[in-house]
């Protein structure tokens, strides 16, 4: 089906299909975890004249690399010249461009080869190829460029950025080609794949959003934090739609991950097909794949496919993936039985596991708290796209708690992954308003740590133990299974699409030779797969893969509040928001015992409006301090003032830019008495 004018109207009748479910009556997982390698273990014939594989503990040779060449990018380019702190005009408070960038005709950065002809197509993965998370990919012909996905990188201790929100993909290369982009395609709704969109749409032309409806939902509502951009040209499309975006046709499938309507792409080229299979496990009892979901792939495996960039994220784990049907029943058991309050921790995009949480609590008579500001958004999108549909009265606020017995009590709290200001750590730390920890309650921690996160999961375990609570962890009982694939789904999903060559995506360096391992080991040829970092430039002509020398630039991005840009920039622009909008900062003195402020806030503004003359400005200002701090700090018990000094700065930001059109520094300075 083309939809390349006509946006689709989705059916909010019901949830979508998922493997495994609908008209059939088998169950939709089956409980081995442990199955070792694909289902059949038959080897792929490699290509002709393809030298075979050797054993794992050989090195293997490498994909030979072109010479590069070719001319300057068209277009004019950006120079690097630094706005005069005196100029006249005011700034924008849309997205800046980005100042100070590498030059692509430095020595050390040559100029990047241009796609000159209509026999080759070029692939890069912008980012997402040397760690989890940031993952952008990019197919480009002679006159057209698609983008698929734009997801951030969370911080993490190990980061070593203090001060730094989120890190992006670097999109300098499709900023000086935007002429060419047509369309940015989302396989589904997680933040390392959308995080990044409100962040780089207007700096690459705003470009049509292709998605299916539960994303185009999780979208539009990250959108809401940003009123100033201009609204995104969302194009809802249904399950296996086909489009056409310039000159390529783009077909669609669905797969399954631990989100709803995420799907895969083939991308269709002059050279054949390249697939794009997003995260990806595969729906299977006992190792066996269900009926559609094994039908589905191999539709896709009947294409001419030239290329497969496949999801590598558990490539480093042999057999089959832990059944999610068997978390579920596992979590329903568990919920059943609690004897006392229970608090579950997991991942707020956790869809199909925090839906069936919830019609367990429903169940059982239980009443649900949710603990976060993701998990309530995810549930309300949820409830609208009817994937959740349960009366009102099941949820409570964590202040009416004491009016129900502790058993009756379930707690969904984000945090799982010890960010410092979720719910789960201010619980275990004591600072959370509402909620203090007693030994009757059980913690149930549903969820695997993120690789970068193991410094931060285990800071949160320490201090729940500390409780003497029961905890229950996805290591002592099944309470946790993953949304990528084992190998053994890896190679099956391979064979069945039946690829020439393959590029391992989505994971650090290890993730990605774990994936071209186990590829060689089960026949695939080593010099048709390649193994990328950030900004490779992979072409396709003639039936060959060429890994250019050249790479796409790949320095760091990065978000600072409402600002974008490298560590550099970021420095720079902190001093040029003080030279053009100024500071603003707030001084108030809070009762430690109750959490109100002992008088009015002091504000100081320097640079930014003249107080004496706006008034009414203060005054609004002084309500909206005296309402933020005190909603934060009631019943929070020690006061946790650097929980609440982030929440005010942005609350009190975004009050100001609606109101001025600027955006000064704000700096809220809390001492409590």
Same mark, same amino acid.
């Given at each position: ?145 698609? %983008? ?16 730094? *929100? ?137 294409? *001419? ?155 949160? /375990? ?5 409780? *003497?609570? /029961? ?74 893969? %060429?890994?250019?020398?050249? /790479? ?72 909206? %301090? ?34 001025? *059109? ?12």
């Amino acid at each position: 089906m083309d939809n390349q004018n006509n946006q689709q109207k989705p059916s909010t009748g019901g949830p979508r299909r998922s493997f495994g479910q609908g008209g059939s009556n088998r169950p939709r997982f089956g409980a081995r975890a442990n199955y070792r390698g694909a289902p059949a273990r038959s080897k792929e014939a490699p290509a002709a004249g393809a030298t075979p594989a050797g054993p794992r503990s050989a090195t293997p040779s490498a994909p030979k690399r072109a010479n590069g060449g070719g001319r300057a990018p068209e277009g004019e380019r950006r120079g690097s010249r630094r706005p005069s702190r005196f100029n006249n005009k005011r700034r924008s408070n849309k997205a800046p461009a980005l100042q100070h960038r590498i030059s692509i005709t430095d020595e050390k950065n040559p100029r990047l080869p241009e796609v000159l002809d209509d026999d080759t197509v070029r692939v890069i993965p912008m980012s997402g190829v040397e760690e989890i998370g940031r993952n952008m990919t990019i197919v480009e012909t002679k006159d057209d460029i698609i %983008i698929f996905d734009i997801g951030f990188q969370f911080v993490t201790e190990e980061s070593n950025a203090p001060g730094i *929100n989120y890190i992006l993909p670097n999109t300098q290369y499709v900023e000086e080609r935007k002429h060419k982009i047509r369309a940015l395609v989302v396989t589904h709704g997680h933040l390392d794949h959308i995080g990044g969109i409100p962040f780089v749409m207007e700096r690459i032309g705003n470009p049509p959003v292709y998605t299916q409806y539960l994303t185009s939902l999780m979208i539009k509502k990250r959108q809401e934090e940003f009123p100033h951009l201009d609204p995104i040209d969302m194009h809802v499309i249904k399950e296996g739609d086909s489009f056409t975006v310039g000159k390529v046709k783009i077909k669609t499938f669905p797969v399954t991950h631990s989100i709803p309507d995420a799907m895969g792409v083939s991308v269709e080229t002059p050279q054949g097909d390249i697939v794009i299979t997003g995260d990806i496990r595969l729906s299977h009892e006992d190792g066996e794949v269900v009926l559609d979901e094994r039908e589905s792939w191999e539709k896709v495996g009947k294409n *001419n496919n030239l290329v497969l960039i496949c999801d590598s994220t558990n490539a480093d784990r042999e057999g089959f993936s832990a059944p999610e049907g068997q978390v579920l029943a596992n979590l329903d058991t568990i919920i059943k039985n609690a004897t006392g309050r229970m608090i579950i921790g997991t991942f707020a995009s956790q869809f199909e596991r925090l839906t069936a949480i919830i019609k367990s609590c429903e169940k059982y008579g239980k009443k649900v708290v949710l603990e976060g500001r993701s998990i309530k958004t995810n549930i309300d999108i949820a409830r609208t796209a009817k994937l959740l549909e349960v009366e009102d009265k099941i949820f409570i606020n964590a202040g009416d708690m004491s009016d129900y017995p502790s058993d009756r009590i379930v707690i969904l709290s984000t945090g799982a992954q010890g960010e410092e200001f979720a719910a789960l750590m201010r619980i275990a730390t004591d600072k959370h308003k509402s909620i203090t920890l007693n030994e009757r309650d059980t913690i149930v921690l549903s969820s695997s740590v993120i690789p970068g996160n193991e410094i931060a999961v285990q800071k949160l /375990k320490d201090n729940i133990y500390r409780k *003497n609570v /029961k905890v229950i962890n996805y290591r002592s009982a099944a309470v946790h299974s993953s949304g990528h694939g084992n190998a053994g789904e890896l190679n099956w999903v391979r064979q069945a699409v039946r690829p020439k060559f393959l590029i391992p995506v989505h994971g650090h360096h290890f993730h990605l030779k774990s994936h071209m391992y186990t590829a060689i080991e089960n026949g695939f040829p080593r010099d048709n797969i390649v193994v990328p970092d950030n900004g490779f430039l992979i072409d396709f002509k003639n039936g060959e893969m %060429i890994v250019r020398k050249e /790479k796409a630039p790949t320095e760091l991005v990065m978000v600072d509040g409402f600002t974008v840009g490298t560590k550099q920039e970021v420095v720079l622009r902190d001093r040029q928001t003080l030279a053009e909008d100024g500071m603003f900062v707030i001084i108030a003195t809070v009762n430690t015992k109750n959490g109100k402020l002992r008088k009015s806030p002091d504000i100081i503004s320097r640079g930014f409006v003249y107080l004496r003359e706006n008034q009414q400005l203060l005054g609004e200002a002084r309500t909206l %301090i005296k309402k933020t701090v005190e909603k934060h700090t009631e019943n929070m018990h020690p006061l946790d003032l650097d929980y609440v000094k982030d929440e005010l700065t942005n609350t009190v930001s975004g009050f100001l830019m609606q109101k001025t *059109n600027k955006t000064p520094m704000v700096i809220p300075v809390l001492i409590g008495i």
